[in-house]
């Protein structure tokens, strides 16, 4: 009776985390429908920005303080995690690809290298690195708007125009599906020129220019840049609900497979205990015949 005792206990506690993690699959999935929602609603935005930027700087010449190409002594990683976990592999995969981005640029001989974070689980783990992380913005995450975003990407910006940094990556999760992130390491500045093609030379835009291009583009690279990054931001939300959401089912569906066998463990052992007590009755309803 203490086996089946026991059997049931693991029956109850794994009945309990089936149903905690059929509620946060559920949950991952309404947040998952927004976030989808917005950063499919800010691509094509972004893209526009970056096609009209290279029909400007394409065989143009043009070229602003975000251009401008440093040997890069000073580096600055952002790394966009999570504020949770229980989503995979989501943020080790981020953690991992931003040590070895550190660790490459450390081979290079640069003198000095700084994070901004956004994700608690990124802060938590550089945070034991002393002076790493220069920056945590773990609350943007939570309330994720064009503003906010804004002001920490044109802090980023100014530190570059003031050459305290040589170049900035940007290291998180791009949404493409819900099965499916891709781990992205992009540089975010200086801005590489577009190459000029002879397919880029045919397919450029007809613009008319007002008051030039080089006023519009010291206009437009700010904001380009402002897009970029929210985009970024919202590629690792819709990225990160999508893997919780994918976690979660898989969860539910072990507890799910691992319930069945419990129960027909329990059955079996229910089954030899009833058997024994048979045997026991019957043993003795024969000695007392004896």
């Known amino acids: 009776m203490a086996n089946l005792k026991e059997v049931r206990t693991r029956i109850a506690s794994v009945s309990s985390t089936q149903q905690i993690t059929s509620a946060m699959k559920m949950v991952s999935a309404a947040k998952f429908r927004r976030a989808q929602n917005a950063i499919l609603g800010m691509r094509p935005y972004a893209a526009m920005l970056n096609e009209i930027i290279g029909d400007i700087d394409v065989e143009d010449g043009v070229q602003t303080a975000y251009h401008e190409l440093r040997q890069p002594a000073n580096v600055l990683l952002v790394v966009i995690t999570s504020n949770k976990g229980l989503c995979g592999a989501f943020n080790s995969n981020v953690i991992k690809e931003a040590t070895a981005r550190k660790q490459h640029y450390e081979a290079q001989g640069c003198k000095h290298i700084e994070m901004i974070t956004l994700g608690k689980r990124g802060s938590e783990f550089f945070a034991k690195q002393n002076g790493l992380v220069k920056e945590s913005h773990d609350d943007l995450l939570d309330n994720p708007t064009f503003d ?57 835009n007809d613009y008319i220019y007002e008051p030039g291009k080089e006023r519009i583009l010291q206009e437009m690279i700010p904001l380009t840049l402002r897009s970029q990054f929210y985009r970024m931001v919202l590629d690792s939300l819709a990225a990160e609900h999508g893997a919780r959401m994918t976690a979660m089912q898989k969860a539910t569906d072990n507890a799910t497979e691992l319930l069945k066998e419990l129960r027909l463990s329990y059955n079996k052992a229910r089954q030899a205990a009833i058997t024994n007590e048979i045997i026991e009755i019957v043993s003795g309803s024969e000695a007392l015949k004896g």
Do not use: G, W
């Open 148 to 204: 906010a975003a804004s002001d920490l990407c044109d802090s980023i910006m100014e530190q570059f125009r003031n050459k305290e940094y040589d170049c900035v990556e940007i290291i998180y999760n791009q949404f493409k599906n819900s099965l499916t992130q891709i781990l992205s390491a992009e540089r975010f500045l200086p801005i590489m020129p577009h190459a000029a093609t002879s397919s880029t030379s045919q397919s450029r």
